[in-house]
C-alpha cells in the first residue's frame, strides 16, 4: 500500500496563477482533509470530506476549492493564487468511524511569488 | 476558532524524565482524541488516542489521559528518550479534525 500519495511535492507559482494540489489514497478511506501548515504554526483544516460526492468548509476555506468524484481522489483547486497561500500542504485520510487515526501524505510545499 | 489550543510552544527535558505535553479543547461534541508526532519535511504520524468515553490509554512508555469536565488531555512521556525530540499535535474530532498549534519537544541527553 503506498498510503496517501500527494503531488507535486514542490511548486513555485505566481500571483494570479492557478493549480490543482492532488491527493490519491489507496486505503479506502472515507474520510479525507485538506490542510495548510504555516511556518512555526498548527495544522490548519482548509476542507474535508466523509465521502464522494461530499464535501464541507473547514476552518481557512477561502481561496481554495476541492471535489471528491472518486473514494480515492481529493483534489485542492487554488484559482488565483495569493502570497497567503505560501504553505506547506497536507493531506489525510481516514477510516469511517468514531476511533480511527488518519493517515498523512508527505506534504505539498507551496510558494507564491 | 481554535478549538483545539496547545498553550506551549516548546518543552525541553532530560533523558530519563517525564515529559508531560497538554492540550485544551471547546468544543464538546468531539468524540476522540489523538497525539500525532511530526518531523520537519514529513506529514504526522499518529502516536496515540483516546475515546471520549474513557480517561486513561496506555501505550508502551506513552500515555493519554483525558479530564471530559476539564475538556483537557495531556500525553505523558515516560521515560523520555532521545528520539522523542520533535513537535507533538494534539488532535480532536467528531467528523472534521482540527489540531493544536504543536509543542516542540526537546530531550537532552
Known amino acids: 500500500n503506498a498510503g496517501v500519495t500527494q503531488t507535486p511535492k514542490f511548486r513555485i507559482l505566481k500571483i494570479g496563477q492557478s493549480m490543482t494540489l492532488q491527493c490519491t489514497q489507496d486505503m479506502n478511506h472515507n474520510y479525507m482533509y485538506w490542510y495548510r501548515q504555516d511556518p512555526g504554526m498548527g495544522l490548519k483544516l482548509i476542507y474535508y470530506s466523509v465521502g464522494a460526492g461530499i464535501t464541507d468548509k473547514g476552518e481557512v476555506p477561502n481561496g481554495y476549492n476541492v471535489s471528491r468524484s472518486t473514494t480515492e481522489d481529493f483534489p485542492l483547486r487554488l484559482e488565483l493564487a495569493a502570497p497567503s497561500q505560501t504553505s506547506v500542504y497536507f493531506c489525510?485520510?481516514?477510516?469511517?468511524?468514531?476511533?480511527?487515526?488518519?493517515?498523512f501524505g508527505q506534504g505539498t510545499r507551496l510558494t507564491v511569488v | 476558532d481554535q478549538q483545539v489550543k496547545q498553550n506551549s510552544p516548546s518543552l525541553s527535558v532530560q533523558e530519563g524524565r517525564i515529559s508531560i505535553l497538554n492540550c485544551d479543547y471547546t468544543n464538546s461534541m468531539f468524540d476522540y482524541f489523538l497525539w500525532y508526532k511530526k518531523y520537519p519535511a514529513e506529514g504526522p504520524t499518529f502516536l496515540i488516542s483516546?475515546?471520549?468515553?474513557?480517561d486513561k490509554n496506555e501505550d508502551g512508555r506513552f500515555t493519554v489521559f483525558l479530564n471530559k469536565s476539564a475538556k483537557h488531555l495531556s500525553l505523558h512521556i515516560v521515560p523520555s528518550q532521545p528520539g522523542d525530540s520533535a513537535v507533538y499535535f494534539c488532535?480532536?474530532?467528531?467528523?472534521?479534525?482540527?489540531f493544536g498549534a504543536g509543542t516542540r519537544l526537546t530531550v537532552k541527553p
Open positions: 483516546i475515546s471520549s468515553i474513557k
Open positions: 489525510a485520510s481516514r477510516n469511517r468511524g468514531a476511533n480511527t487515526e488518519a493517515f
Open positions: 488532535a480532536a474530532h467528531n467528523n472534521d479534525m482540527r
